[in-house]
């Protein structure tokens, strides 16, 4: 099959791919104990600092490198009304500078210390990492440190940083029919909740940003009782802890840790179809959310069984839907889904399918229909369960071959709530999981009363004199 | 890390790393030989043949095929380069003999059924329209064709609907017979696994494919070099363009120079030049760059850049003034320092993970560097001086000669002659 049609789709998952990702779903958690004939408490070990930093250690001394990570309990389903993109743009601002870091500086002193770093921003958490050799960890934790309590920002540095976030909007969304269908999908499954906003804001909502609105939610959101710093590599506990404590340990705490309350979607009492019709959309799509509850939000158990049901019913070319629509019925040209399990009050079930050169929007409707119908009525089956499960539990062992991988995951899951041991108990809970578990929690929450099903279809060229022309705007350039 | 050359009962050779601490084994392999050998008029077979890796082989059709691969929980897909066909395994130790069996199966007896073709023809069709919309795709796409001509690599590595459509099981059969050989192959392999265990491994891996590849001989490419601009409208917001010209040959002397170079221009993320004039000083886009492509048949510099309509013609006259001021002045001695100081620190983190460390393995192979360039890789690195990097700065940039393919509506500057067509 080409694998190419299933990157593009769960790459393009409402948490975008690149530096807005949150698409850390459990199938792709590192679980060391898995992989290592050490206990786990080895091998990954925590501790908290009387300001209320939180740490996490991942040894692995298998090359003399470290990631360092800081995720902050805060995201873009925190931002104040109206101020859509605030957390998104205050990450890119963090790289600005602090009164010993001169602006823009830092990416460049860690690049100058053979390190790599970058941040992402998603609706629970906004995290900053760098990769870097060993004995620069202290030099990363100092900077790290530093721009927790110290931002600096002047009038010119947001202004300019405001232009490239709507570049990186017109680059994500604008240019892509795709993701403008999926920012309005997003729209239409959340009423309530600030998940139906777009992470990286409304366009006119950025436009209006300032560097007031940067500094109030960095003092409001950003201190050391908000967040959890991992170090996964090449170090022990007791190295980490002496650095910590000699860089995070000097800010005070400023408050108490942010309690994410966030308003509660009401009771659905209607489906919704959104259809966009685009000139650039290349093929028909037809993809559907159904709102289910991650794994911070789900009772005990739904979320395993949840993870199961949707990498029978979709993951690749033995999922249920390739089966059916691809293989079986010629109802599409390519077919899948995923599971966001990530999120910290909500998590999502997601379908897509991609028509070929003769297939309709509601051929792939009812055909697709017909694959939740079934899962819904007769659940999976004891065999598609095994296979799955070996394969699921086995994504472990594949990603715990990089600590930058590891940081990354479990920070994720101790972000949004989890403790060390929950993350590790999973593959047990994993085998726990029964058919029955699996139809009871299909039968739940493939409600169609809580999905939407989005609809992109290509809409004829539009032809004009400017087609052999680059066109002459109204507006004049900045050259 | 400790590299060892290892030659199984067969006569097959891989570099090994050996490493225990994961239950777990990491194979890349390559056939030389890419995209770059689709038959004329074929283009995309080795792109298709890619896709169909896991349609079935042996007596198991494409289900049971991949009904197996999700008992044996392992990872394995493949890659066409324009010079290389490039695999990728990964197995739990404890499953591996059965994947290697399944391996085996797939490079050596591929079936090909007409089902299975269908049905990868109608994705990779789909696959082709959504391309068609993507602005960074078309760039590239045209910028190839103008730069390449008729050389293989003006090319589409994915095809064409014409090319696409004409290709049948046969010509799948015929490239792997003439690719899939022994003579072209070089593995990697990282992991819970030892020298004699993968010796046997390999022969049961490979052992059945033919000894000898049937290549056809790829002419050098004419170098590129402009000036060209190419407009092709596309009614979107931003415009994406792709610039460059001809680059350096990976075995040229001044390789590594202008590898350093590039960093400085628009390798370096943040510490490039043209991120730092593009989006740092005037915002003008989100993400900018350059790169080196050191294909075998024909070396190309190519930088990207994303810009609204309005303010396109500006971020490439930013672009450009820069590539000028290279050439002509060079970087200052605190950028190579910087440029050095972070290419030789940020090395080691190329070999974190089982998997990393055998793509590099495979590349050091595929490019001939020898068995030592990962000891003395960083030695190469510092011995570049100001005056190799200036001399390589005016010997490569050509900031009048750029090829430029743009996609979207730009504002029309002054200097933008719409080429028509592309072709």
Redesign the interface.
Known sequence: ?????LD?FTAALDPRAGLIVAGLTFASMAVAAV??ETSPSDRVREFTLPNGLHVVVIA?H????VTQMVWYKTGAADEPQGDSGIAHFLEHLM?KGTERVPS?QF??II??????DNAFTNHDVTAYFQ???KD?LGTAMEMEADRMANLRLTEEDV??????????R??RV????GSILQEQMMAALYRNHPYGTPIIGWEHEIEALDREDALAFYRRFYGPQNAVLVVAGDVELDEVKELAEKTFGKIKATGKANKRIRPKEPKHDAEVVVTLED?????TTVQRYYIAPSYASAEPGEAEALDLLMRIAAH???GRIY?RL??EQKAA??AGGWYTDSGLDSGRLGFYA????ANTADEIDAAMTGVVDELREKGVTQEELD??R??H??EF??N??????MARQYGGRIAAGMSVADVEAWPERLNKVTVEDIHAVARKYLDDDDSVTGILK?APK?KSS????????A????? | ?EIHKVTSPGGIKAWLVE?H????V?IRFAFRGGASQDPKGKDGVAYFVT?MM??GAGDLD??AF??R???L?M?L?FDAGRDVMLGNL?T?TANKDEVFDLVRLALAQPRFDDDAVE??R??????????????ATVASHAWDRTAFKDHPYGRPVKGTKDSVAGISPDDLRDYVRRVFARDKLVISVVGDINAEDLGKALDKLFGDLPERSELVTVAQAEPPLGPKRE?I??????S?AQFGHRGIARHDDDFIAAYVLNYIIGG????SRLM?EV?????????VYSNLYPYQHGAVFVGHV??????L??SL?VIQDELRRLAEQGPSAEELK?AK??L??????R??????IASQLLWIQIEELGLDYVDHRNELIEAVTLSDVKRVAKRLLAADQLITTIVG?????SD?K?E?APG
């Open positions: 099959m080409v694998e190419w049609m593009h992989a290592a692995d298998r090359a003399p490198v790289f823009g990416s460049k690049a100058k210390n053979g390190g790599e990769r870097v050799a620069r202004t300019t940083e405001r232009d490239v976030i709507l570049e990186e017109r680059s604008d240019n892509d029919p000139p650039r959309a290349g093929r690749g070319a033995v089966k691809v293989v040209a390519s991609i028509a070929g050169e296979r799955a070996a394969a539990i086995a062992v594949y715990s071959d990089s600590n930058a991988r290509p539009f400017i087609a052999d022309k680059p066109t002459r705007t507006g004049k350039g900045k050259s | 890390m490493s601490a994961n239950p777990l990491a896709a896991d349609e494409a289900t991949q009904e691969q999700q008992e929980a990872r897909d990964q739990l049905r990868v109608e994705q990779i069709l789909a696959g082709h329209k959504f391309d068609e919309n993507d602005p407009v409208v596309m009614d979107v917001p931003q994406v370096g993320g943040f510490s730092e989006r740092e000083k005037r915002g003008l886009a989100y993400s994303a810009t609204k309509n309005e303010a013609a500006q006259t910087d100081s972070y030789t620190g940020a090395y080691a983190l070999f974190e993970s089982s998997t990393s509506k730009p504002v029309e500057p933008v719409p028509g």
